[in-house]
């Protein structure tokens, strides 16, 4: 009897042994939970940092956070692991039973902190956690989140709790977020572009604008009989300097408002980052055909693993049949293969390097199926590198009951992996084999390149097309202000015409003057000029301008008398009308000198006077040109430049027009009468009138052979 208990004794140690052997024998550590993984981590460093999120969270960050846990104060273990179901709770839990010390244990995935318990330790970590989540935006990343974490834990449990129940009261209800620390690239073009157009089109819209109101109101006031001498008017070089200080505004403004240089929290991950899981993985597969994630839940018993290495074992001795590779690994999209299970299960492929024949395609790596099973997700892809079988067929036609699952394997825990993977091998023997070995489907198998989150300087890209844009819109602006200021001068124009003897133009001097009156009026306007001029202030730029035009009309003026302004005194005859009083000076040279004298007089008040009524010299400044009749005969118009009044009325009576021309006194007998004739038929330097004051000053001086 004895011996026949020793004989069963016996017979069910080795059943025991021959279930434990294949799920030890699986890749994963001794310890054979999840929990256990990462206790027996942290018994030797309170920190571990997976190796499975290198695009958001590199392994080579963890002596940041092993920093940060230092200064809680207390014994802190910190696991920084992908997200977890249900948020990872109870996790924690297992993992202080397994190791089996007191402290604050900490749980951070890609979010920032998620949970933390403290166990045998005074620590707000609740309080903590919530200050955390609510205090910072979710771009913040998870470096700065375990920050804030340690801040919170660092002030004690009333200060805690305290700034817990304020960042509940001001984001729990959502109404309120904070703001986002990062701005992604598409927020860098639009800030670059918009500096563009704001660097052109602000300081060349206050150039454009500044020149064109400041000649509108000064055309607008002389129109209106309201113009005044202003000999404090701001010099014109006051608008360019004002649009470069504004460039200079932009650039500083710009420089320091958009100072963003990262669109994310990540940092750039190592080659080591990289390549860890990989490797890890490749090592785990030396040893076994079946790789289980120690970092992720356990999706397969003993009964389920020891069963389907029996399974590959079989396939590997069927006509066609190969090593079968199964890895239950999670695919992420922060891990080095940007979640693509094709580029993981190659990096894998490329890296074990096994002995064994290879297939003329392999280039030396190790051949057979890759099964690629997301303990996470529950997918399931498969690879085909060298085996004889359809690599079409086997990725692109698996049943999606085996692929995906079905409702009841995406609600289960385990997602059903177990039966789906015993689905798998049956679906790989009924396949039908081939005559050449298979390479994989076609699909790239390269990874999505790591995102540089150092984003593009301010002033580049679409900073260029902005000041293009900026240009165009100064100058549409510009376009809409001036239709605008049309609109409005036309309305005072016509609300506020030119009074009767009105001081600012002489639109009340009469068309057929007096010599006596030209000559009384020549003497008394370049007598004023000559003194205004000695008086003139020449301090600012607007000064030398005008001074410098006044010396040119003063200087004509003096050339038709010959240097002696009491020339226009001297009389031979008393009669007032149509006798030249003064024989050595004609009426033409009169009037000449008249409209010299008002120009000068005008520069030096800072006055726009390039322009002289072309109907009637006499009227002063002209403010357009105007197409008119200048003979009853002849019925063709032509574009004369006209004062306020003389528009005014060749509008209203344009066959008129004629009768506003200014006449003289046609050359003749000193002592007799003479009849009147336009001034423009006269040989004199007075018909330059029409094209403008600086005309008419050289005509002048051709006429006394001055240069």
């Given at each position: ?122 620590a707000p970590a609740d309080d903590a956690a919530t ?409 600012d730029a607007d000064g030398l301008i005008g001074r ?38 004609d009426p033409a040279t009169l009037v000449t000198v ?114």
């Open positions: 009897m004895s011996v026949t208990r020793a004989l069963l004794a016996l017979f069910a140690l080795s059943a025991l042994f021959a279930t434990a052997t294949p799920a030890n024998a699986a890749g994963s550590p001794t310890p054979s939970t999840q929990a256990a993984y990462f206790a027996a981590h942290l018994s030797t460093n309170p920190v571990y940092v997976t190796d499975q999120l290198p695009r958001e969270i590199p392994r080579s960050q963890a002596p940041a956070f092993a920093k940060l846990a230092k200064r809680t104060g207390i014994p802190t273990y910190v696991l920084v692991l992908p997200e977890q179901d249900l948020g990872g709770k109870g996790l924690l839990g297992a993992v202080h039973d397994r190791l089996g010390r007191d402290g604050l244990y900490v749980l951070v995935d890609t979010s920032g902190v998620t949970d933390a318990v403290a166990y045998g330790v005074r200050v955390a989540l609510y205090e910072l935006p979710y771009d913040a990343g998870p470096l700065r989140s375990f920050g804030r974490f340690v801040d919170i834990v660092a002030q004690g449990s009333e200060k805690a709790a305290a700034r817990a129940e304020a960042a509940r009261e001001k984001y729990a209800e959502g109404d309120a977020e904070p703001d986002l620390m990062y701005i992604d690239r598409t927020d860098r073009k639009n800030q670059s572009f918009l500096t563009g157009v704001l660097l052109v089109g602000l300081p060349l819209l206050i150039l454009l604008l500044v020149t064109y109101v400041r000649r509108w109101r000064h055309v607008l006031l002389k129109a209106t009989g309201r113009a005044k001498p202003d000999r404090r008017r701001a010099p014109e070089w006051l608008a360019s300097v004002l649009a470069l200080v504004t460039a200079a505004a932009i650039v500083l403004a710009a420089a320091f408002t958009f100072d963003q240089t990262r669109s994310g929290a990540a940092s750039p991950p190592t080659a080591a980052d990289l390549s860890s899981r990989v490797e890890r993985v490749a090592a785990g597969l030396k040893q076994d055909s079946v790789y289980l994630d120690p970092e992720s839940p356990r999706v397969l018993d003993s009964h389920q693993l020891s069963h389907l290495h029996q399974r590959i074992q079989e396939f590997a001795r069927t006509d066609g049949g190969g090593p079968v590779s199964v890895l239950l690994v999670p695919q992420l999209s922060a891990d080095e293969s940007a979640g693509s299970p094709e580029a993981f299960a190659d990096a894998v492929h490329a890296k074990l390097g096994k002995d064994g024949k290879d297939s003329k395609d392999s280039g030396g790596r190790e051949d057979g199926l890759y099964v690629v099973a997301d303990p996470l997700r529950g997918d399931i892809d498969v690879f085909n590198y060298g085996l004889r079988l359809d690599s079409s067929r086997v990725f692109y036609d698996l049943p999606e009951s085996i692929g995906f699952g079905d409702d009841t394997a995406r609600e289960a825990d385990d997602h059903l992996l177990g039966d789906r993977l015993e689905d798998l091998m049956t679906f790989l023997d009924k396949s039908p084999r081939t005559d050449e070995p298979g390479t994989p489907s076609g699909l790239s198998t390269k990874a999505e390149p790591i995102e540089d989150h150092a984003l593009p300087p301010l002033f580049s890209g679409d900073f260029w097309p902005g000041l293009l844009v900026g240009g165009l819109g100064a100058l549409l602006v510009l376009g809409l202000v001036t239709g605008v200021l049309g609109i409005v001068g036309s309305v005072l124009r016509r609300r506020h015409p030119v009074p009767s003897g009105s001081e600012s133009a002489y639109l009340q001097e009469p068309s057929d003057p007096s010599v006596s009156y030209l000559r009384t009026t020549a003497y008394d306007e370049l007598g004023a000029l000559s003194e205004e001029f000695l008086d003139a202030d020449d301090a410098a035009r006044a010396w040119d009309c003063l200087d004509a003026a003096m050339l038709l008398v010959d240097g002696d302004r009491d020339r226009l005194t001297a009389t031979s005859h008393a009669d007032d009308s149509n006798v030249a009083d003064a024989p050595d000076i008249i409209v010299l004298a008002r120009a000068g007089r005008a520069a030096l008040k800072g006055e726009a006077y390039d322009l002289c009524c072309g109907l009637n010299p006499l009227h002063g400044p002209a403010v357009d040109r105007h197409p008119v009749r200048v003979s009853a005969e002849d019925r063709r118009r032509r574009r004369f430049p006209v004062c306020d009044g003389c528009r005014a009325r060749a509008s209203r009576e344009p066959g008129a027009a004629h009768t506003l021309l200014m006449t003289l006194p046609a050359p003749g007998p000193v002592d007799g009468e003479r009849d009147r004739v336009p001034y423009a038929v006269l040989e004199s330097p007075l018909s330059a009138v029409p094209d403008g004051i600086p005309r008419l000053i050289d005509a002048v001086r051709e006429l006394a052979g001055v240069e």
